[in-house]
């Protein structure tokens, strides 16, 4: 009984240094004020960066962490330009909040409806006080009203460079391997990865790594991607995962095999094209060692 009480007393203990590290951790607040008829998709994509760059560091040792506060001129609920309904707070009730970015979420005649709305005031005073503030509307209103297309690659291409500002560009490239195409238009090419930690590239390259499980990957391109040589990568890799890559790389494909194999009647043969294996047989073989049972019996055991 003893240890076991002993046993609590330091899980315990750990919890209650995780939540006061976590505490202690200053919030970035940031606000996203909606009008009607705004683009959700490109609202979502911004708060998704933000949701990812959370879970990536939920046990890291980040300088912060970032709280979104969606609101509308008047609060309630704001229909979006894809009918979504949002629920949001009311500028007003929000006024004595320092916000670290504001971004501005317009929808028709957005110009106009930031004049009637009472907030144009509000945001010269963020302007004065150095809160940046950007304003993205709908493509078709955005000429000379100081608005910029509300795309998802701007909307994301705008918290990645939040991201990077704050925690430097380990973290936004991270994140942004997470989005199609976004690297290169957010500019956290390659370079950028140049000062980054070797302990930060290995974490990297397991994203990327995941990311490309289905294609046929090499060592040697994993490390090139995060400007590593391969024995560099191998050394950091294991002391960041406690494996290899290439161990990594198969634990990704059989995991993604078993989910297949439980979700969907695909063949064998056809799952291990999908998940990066060159044949059934193949997986078979890997599945048997790994798993102590055939591709066939693990579906059958899992109710398939």
């Known amino acids: 009984m003893a240890c076991a009480n002993d046993s609590q007393t330091i899980d315990a203990a750990a919890v209650t240094k995780a ?78 909040c320092s916000y670290h970015f504001v971004l501005v979420a317009a929808g028709k005649e957005q110009g106009n409806a930031l004049r009637r709305s009472g907030l144009a005031a509000w945001i010269q005073r963020l302007n004065r006080n150095a809160t940046p503030v950007l304003m993205l509307g709908q493509r078709a209103d955005c000429e000379n009203n100081g608005f910029q297309p509300m795309t998802v ?52 390259a397991a994203e990327w790594l995941v990311r490309n499980s289905a294609e046929r990957l090499t060592i040697d391109a994993a490390a090139a991607s995060v400007q590593l040589s391969r024995r560099t990568l191998l050394r950091h890799f294991q002391d960041e995962f406690g494996m290899t890559p290439a161990a990594y790389l198969l634990h990704t494909r059989l995991k993604r095999a078993c989910l297949l194999l439980i979700d969907s009647e695909l063949p064998v043969d056809k799952i291990a094209r999908r998940v990066g294996m060159v044949s059934g047989d193949r997986l078979a073989k890997v599945f048997r060692r790994k798993m102590g049972v055939s591709p066939t019996c693990y579906r059958m055991l899992n109710g398939i």
């Open 153 to 204: 690659d701007a909307a994301v291409v705008v918290a990645l460079r939040l991201l990077a500002r704050d925690e430097a560009n380990g973290l936004a490239l991270r994140v942004a391997s997470h989005f199609e195409n976004t690297l290169q238009c957010a500019q956290f090419g390659s370079g950028d990865l140049e000062h980054e930690r070797p302990d930060v590239k290995a974490r990297i």
């Open 19 to 96: 939540a006061t590290e976590e505490n202690a951790r200053p919030t970035r607040n940031i606000a996203v004020v909606m009008f009607e008829g705004c683009e959700a998709a490109g609202v979502g994509a911004f708060a998704e960066v933000f949701a990812i760059a959370c879970q990536l560091t939920e046990k890291s040792s980040m300088r912060y962490r970032w709280r979104l506060h969606f609101l509308s001129p008047l609060g309630g609920l704001v229909t979006t330009r894809a009918s979504f309904r949002v629920f949001t707070q009311a500028v007003d009730a929000t006024m004595s």
